[in-house]
């Protein structure tokens, strides 16, 4: 079995400070994967940079200090690592990182929230399309993939609290959940939904200034997504809500490769 979390830990150096990055790695995953580290490599202690027992890389925005970057420890070192698109304006913001294990291709990456003025939304929208682009290009030669990360969008109402509320929203709007719809349509599974197509109430992310997170009002928009070829390799997919430290909380993914 191999166990792999995704986290969006919205700034790496704080759920070190706080002893959240400690309790994530007692969970023993297998792989771990990070979104919105916020960090450049000689910001990082050597907890975070090289853990114990793990291989350690990292893409990190070359344009804006402290914001974005992703990700991946591994127990086991990849093949090969790669950190891009392909397109220099999505790359620059440390958005994506990928590695080859054995058995499967491994995409960790943190999609743009949209908010903020238009261009941001903009941006994400051809961030979508870019991505979905690069990975049924990959797919062609390497049906074995995995991707998972912070969407930064809910795609049903069931994956949201208060849907009627945010249908106006960035992270719920039509547009948005459109892509996911055709995300699907090309054949990727939303894991957690395959295993609890109708389970409510179950969040990845929560506002804390409005301390969302006690009264579970969230939004489920931290996915793993697999190919229909990997899928069969799936065991199990949890939300991990009881570790702390983020506005969202993990998702681990087991395997038995």
Not at 45 to 63: A, D, Q
Not at 177 to 200: C, E, N, Q
Not at 212 to 225: L, S, T
Request: proline share 6%.
């Amino acid at each position: 079995m191999k166990s792999i979390i995704s986290w969006n830990v919205n700034g790496l150096r704080a759920v070190h400070r706080k002893g959240d990055f400690a309790s994530v790695l007692k969970e023993d995953p297998d792989i771990l994967c990070l979104q919105e580290t916020k960090s450049l490599p000689d910001q990082l202690t050597e907890e975070t940079r090289r853990p114990e027992g793990y291989h350690s890389y990292f893409h990190f925005p070359t344009v804006k200090k402290g914001y974005s970057g992703v990700a991946i420890y591994s127990k086991e070192e990849p093949e090969w690592v790669k950190n891009d698109l392909g397109i220099p304006e999505m790359d620059q913001e440390g958005r994506l990182i990928m590695a080859k294990f054995k058995g499967f291709t491994l995409i960790n990456t943190y999609f743009p929230n949209g908010g903020g003025p238009p261009e941001r939304l903009e941006y994400k929208l051809a961030f979508y399309d870019h991505f979905l682009e690069f990975i049924e290009k990959l797919r062609k030669t390497d049906p074995n993939i995995i991707f998972c990360g912070d969407v930064n969008v809910a795609h049903k109402e069931m994956d949201l609290a208060r849907p009627k509320e945010n249908v106006t929203h960035v992270g719920f709007l039509p547009i948005e959940r459109a892509w996911m719809d055709k995300l699907i349509s090309k054949g990727w599974i939303d894991v957690f939904r395959h295993y609890y197509p109708d389970k409510t109430g179950a969040y990845t992310y929560w506002d804390q200034k409005s301390f969302a997170r006690e009264r579970n009002v969230g939004w489920r928009i931290d996915y793993f997504f697999t190919t229909p070829e990997m899928l069969g390799h799936v065991k199990n997919v949890e939300i991990l809500d009881y570790l702390l430290g983020s506005d969202h909380c993990p998702v681990r993914l087991t395997l038995d490769i």
